[in-house]
């Protein structure tokens, strides 16, 4: 009796030692030591973490990107953007029970998530964003319970097995999108009930949107479902997520009516729903969202008349119901839209078009002249030209559909996914020219090589006749087996977002009218020099006109569309787009304005065109 409890003494006080020796362990001594030896395995030694040091050893909390709390224990580490490559398996999770916020955003981080991130149990804000995770993402995660904000966005994390996670009461905002996540919706979500954020878009989910997304989830503002693979019918309970500001379902297999129940979320200011199979009518309950802004229901199978109510939504900026098959005559209502910018009415069976630009005019920015001539070709599509425009319109969606699978290089060496990170999703910061027929980024990707991508909205392409979009592949295929040393090289394209992106070869000079008369002043441009580029410019031609079959003809060869390497060496650039696009509306200032009548948009709202 007495020997069981003294064995019971002795086993408390080990406990009781060990727990004691644990919390000693994690001194700021200690986790100084962690990060260093963390660091240490980075291939490459960001300038910025030079104070993170043994011989500063002792300053821990005045080191860049870290916080203490009042006990001198790490309780911030944000290394956001800080150019970081390495492992987080490196990372001792043990000794950083304390940690409250842990940003690693926009680095290059890559292999898994470790399971050992569960050790973060003070954790509220745990931001991943952009690097190159892989592997699934692990159950433990969802032990993090004090966790509000969780951003594994711009990844490549796969589909885990949902069932094994635990619900995150005090999550509000979640964005998982641009990973490779697919199966089922995450049913762990399904209890989230704070959630006010959720982005699961541009994965490859399947299934049914479940009905507890409605009805558990009150309290969504935002609700991003874009480009997966869910189908429908979208449930009549969506009128339950009576705080959403901003509802995308676009590019999904929803189909099914869109429900009438819309106009009750009286706090939209936002809703994308194209090219997701829907049918049937327009809901007149539009009409009740005087907040709504962008309304994008184009390319479905609607085939209602527009309601008259849509007049009433007088904040629309944004207005796109093209390719449908909607009928009966434009109402007349649309005109009291005083703050629409953008309106998309093409590829319907729309009739009163004429009288309905008449009574537009004066609302429309002067710098729209050739309305009239819009309104026409409207006119056109939507009266006279039916079954052969369907015809046209499956080819163009065939050829988008294919194009969009289509790798990039043939032996496939970047995806598009690489290029969306590699430019921060074509953020400003990376632009390197807007030109005639784009904007050009530069990108450099994970081999650590560096390309061009030129980005063209369909919107603009939209001049080029649809039966044409066949022959634009062609060229384009055509155009990827072009070798010549003074021809810039076309890795790929793809079609995706409906935007139309060329991947070049990056040059490093830039185009010769920036070498002569760009903002860096002018450059001294020897004799030499200039004979290698007219000579260079002539190879390029000759062997455009003479030595490719069929014969490709610039047409368009201009001081920007000749770009210089380092040392001199011109490589004739734009062809191809040139020829296929039509010249008279290369200006973008002038095209963006849009009121295309007959195009499909798509690409991001405030894209910074104009
Ligand atoms: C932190 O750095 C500042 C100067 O950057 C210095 O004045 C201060 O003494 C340092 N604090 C500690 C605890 O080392
Ligand atoms: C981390 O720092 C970046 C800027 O360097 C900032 O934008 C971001 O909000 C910070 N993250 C946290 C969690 O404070
Ligand atoms: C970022 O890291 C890479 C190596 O991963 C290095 O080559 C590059 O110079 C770094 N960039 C900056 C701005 O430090
Ligand atoms: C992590 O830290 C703990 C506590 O200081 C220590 O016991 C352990 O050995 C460390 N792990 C690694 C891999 O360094
Ligand atoms: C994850 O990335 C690492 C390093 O880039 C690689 O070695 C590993 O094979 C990848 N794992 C998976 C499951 O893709
Ligand atoms: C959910 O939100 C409510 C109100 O904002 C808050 O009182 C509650 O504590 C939150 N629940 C959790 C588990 O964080
Ligand atoms: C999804 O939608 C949300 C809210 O509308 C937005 O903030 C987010 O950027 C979108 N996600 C992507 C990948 O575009
Ligand atoms: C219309 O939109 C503007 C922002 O563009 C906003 O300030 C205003 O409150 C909105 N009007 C209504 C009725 O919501
Ligand atoms: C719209 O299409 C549905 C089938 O999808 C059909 O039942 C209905 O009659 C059509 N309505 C009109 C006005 O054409
Ligand atoms: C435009 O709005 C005004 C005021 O609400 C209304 O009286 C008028 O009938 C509307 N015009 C059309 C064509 O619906
Ligand atoms: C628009 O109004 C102006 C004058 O107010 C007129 O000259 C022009 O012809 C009108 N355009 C159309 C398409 O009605
Ligand atoms: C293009 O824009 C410029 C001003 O930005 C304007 O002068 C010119 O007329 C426009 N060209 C066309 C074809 O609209």
């Known amino acids: 009796m007495r020997s069981t409890r003294n064995t019971c003494l002795v086993l408390f006080h080990i406990l009781l030692f060990s727990l004691l020796s644990l919390k000693i362990t994690a001194s700021p001594r200690t986790q100084a030591d962690a990060l260093i030896r963390w660091k240490n395995t980075f291939s490459f030694q960001p300038s910025s973490l030079a104070s993170w040091s043994l011989t500063n050893i002792n300053n821990l909390c005045n080191w860049t990107s870290i916080v203490c709390d009042s006990a001198g224990t790490v309780s911030e580490i944000n290394l956001s953007g800080e150019n970081i490559t390495g492992v987080l398996t490196e990372f001792n999770f043990t000794e950083f029970a304390t940690l409250t916020r842990f940003d690693l955003s926009s680095n290059n981080i890559e292999g898994i998530i470790p399971s050992d991130i569960a050790r973060l149990t003070e954790l509220e804000y745990l931001n991943l964003f952009y690097n190159y995770f892989n592997g699934t993402i692990p159950h433990q995660l969802s032990n993090l319970q004090k966790v509000w904000y969780l951003d594994l966005g711009a990844n490549l994390l796969e589909s885990p097995d949902w069932s094994n996670f635990s619900a995150m009461p005090s999550l509000q905002h979640l964005s998982l999108d641009l990973n490779e996540l697919h199966l089922e919706f995450p049913s762990f979500v399904l209890n989230c009930r704070n959630l006010t954020y959720l982005d699961l878009s541009l994965n490859k989910l399947s299934g049914q949107i479940p009905e507890l997304v409605f009805t558990n989830l009150g309290k969504l503002q935002y609700l991003n479902l874009t480009e997966n693979q869910f189908h429908g019918p979208l449930s009549t309970n969506i009128s339950k997520l009576s705080n959403l500001v901003q509802l995308r379902f676009a590019s999904n297999k929803l189909g099914g009516p869109i429900p009438e129940d819309i106009g009750l979320l009286s706090d939209l200011q936002l809703i ?61 209502s649309l005109s009291n839209l005083t703050k629409l910018s953008e309106l998309g009415l093409g590829y319907n069976l729309l009739s009163g078009l004429q009288l309905f630009f008449n009574n537009l005019n004066g609302t429309i920015p002067p710098e729209i002249e050739n309305l009239a001539s819009l309104a026409t070709f409207d006119v056109n599509t939507n009266q006279l030209r039916k079954t052969k425009l369907i015809d046209k319109e499956t080819k163009s969606s065939q050829w988008r559909d294919s194009s969009e699978s289509l790798i990039w290089e043939r032996e496939g060496k970047f995806t598009f996914g690489d290029i969306v ?190």
């Open 272 to 332: 994308e729903l194209f090219n997701s199979s829907f049918s049937g009518k327009i809901p007149s309950s539009l009409g009740q969202l005087k907040k709504l802004q962008i309304l994008d229901l184009h390319l479905n199978a609607l085939n209602s008349t527009i309601p008259s109510e849509l007049g009433l939504c007088t904040n629309l900026t944004y207005l796109a119901l093209a390719k449908n098959q909607l009928s009966g005559e434009v109402p007349l």
């Open 421 to 610: 990170k590699a430019t921060q999703d074509f953020s400003g910061e990376y632009c390197i020219g807007k030109g005639g027929f784009g904007i050009v980024y530069k990108a450099l990707l994970p081999t650590g090589q560096m390309v061009a991508v030129k980005k063209l909205r369909m919107s603009d392409t939209s001049d080029v006749p649809l039966s044409n979009s066949q022959s634009f592949e062609n060229e384009i295929r055509v155009l990827t087996d072009v070798r010549h040393r003074n021809i810039i090289k076309l890795h790929g394209f793809c079609s995706k977002r409906g935007c139309l992106y060329l991947v070049y070869e990056y040059v490093k000079r830039g185009s010769l009218g920036k070498v002569l008369y760009g903002l860096e002043g002018k450059e001294e441009l020897d004799w030499a020099a200039r004979v290698k580029i007219v000579q260079g410019v002539a190879h390029a031609t000759a062997y455009l006109h003479h030595d490719c079959s069929p014969p490709i003809v610039h047409r368009d060869i201009s001081l920007n569309n000749i770009l210089l390497e380092a040392d001199f060496e011109p490589r004739l650039s734009d062809f191809g787009t040139a020829r296929l696009l039509n010249p008279d509306t290369s200006n973008w200032t002038y095209s963006c304005w849009l009121l295309w009548l007959h195009g499909s948009r798509a690409c991001p709202h405030n894209a910074g065109y104009r």
